[in-house]
T-cell receptor, first 111, second 112 residues
Framework: DAGITQSPRHKVTETGTPVTLRCHQT?????MYWYRQDPGHGLRLIHY???????DKGEVSDGYSVSRSKTEDFLLTLESATSSQTSVYFC??????????FGEGSRLTVL | GENVEQHPSTLSVQEGDSAVIKCTYS??????FPWYKQELGKRPQLIID?????GEKKDQRIAVTLNKTAKHFSLHITETQPEDSAVYFC???????????FGTGTRLTVIP
């Protein structure tokens, strides 16, 4: 499982509330990613990190922010959750040859 | 950016038959093409990948082919088994780049 854990695994929240999802890795990977998965869209990149305090936007970054203060933790924050952010969120790490390995996913429901 | 299209969206085969899933990509700079299998409620898992310096790669019952000229690549599963039932995703990107672009998935059902 590439040593990736996500928390929480399930969350239900209300529109307008802040939400933070955590990705933790134990193998000192430099690159970490947050994807969202929605029916009919596959997996889409939200944000990624290429080192401590080094992050950049992906293709669907609006409404999301990230932080990486330690190599092992990559946080995804929804400042004010909306119903369109109901999704399954996957964290991933990248191996040196480019392979992506995903965490178990976090299912978020925004009511 | 890259655009990956995947077909078919659903595929049903009899156990023991072969299954083929096809993807096309748009960016000629893409040189890395992985395939992921996702069982219901689970994470996507890398099952095979191919890089642009080869045209075909096999791993037991799974093979992937790549046609760089036509910008398409395919996943072939032979002698399908019920445990092959899952959603399969193709992806394309550049080695060392910071994004993989995914297809929309194919739900494969293997009928016993």
């Amino acid at each position: 499982d590439a040593g990736i854990t996500q928390s929480p695994r399930h969350k239900v929240t209300e529109t307008g509330t802040p939400v933070t999802l955590r990705c933790h890795q134990t193998e000192n990977h430099r690159y970490m990613y947050w994807y969202r998965q929605d029916p009919g869209h596959g997996l889409r990149l939200i944000h990624y990190s290429y080192g401590v305090k080094d992050t950049d936007k992906g293709e669907v970054s609006d409404g999301y922010s990230v932080s990486r203060s330690k190599t092992e933790d990559f946080l995804l924050t929804l400042e004010s959750a909306t119903s369109s952010q109901t999704s399954v969120y996957f964290c991933a790490i990248r191996e040196r040859a480019g392979e992506l390995f995903f965490g178990e996913g976090s299912r978020l429901t925004v009511l | 950016g890259e655009n990956v299209e995947q077909h078919p969206s659903t595929l049903s085969v009899q156990e023991g038959d072969s299954a083929v899933i096809k993807c096309t990509y748009s960016d000629s700079a893409s040189n890395y093409f992985p395939w992921y299998k996702q069982e219901l409620g689970k994470r996507p898992q890398l099952i095979i990948d191919i890089r642009s310096n080869v045209g075909e790669k096999k791993d037991q019952r799974i093979a992937v082919t790549l046609n760089k000229t036509a910008k398409h690549f395919s996943l072939h599963i032979t002698e399908t088994q019920p445990e092959d039932s899952a959603v399969y995703f193709c992806a394309a990107g550049e080695t060392g780049a910071n994004n993989l672009f995914f297809g929309t998935g194919t739900r494969l059902t293997v009928i016993p």
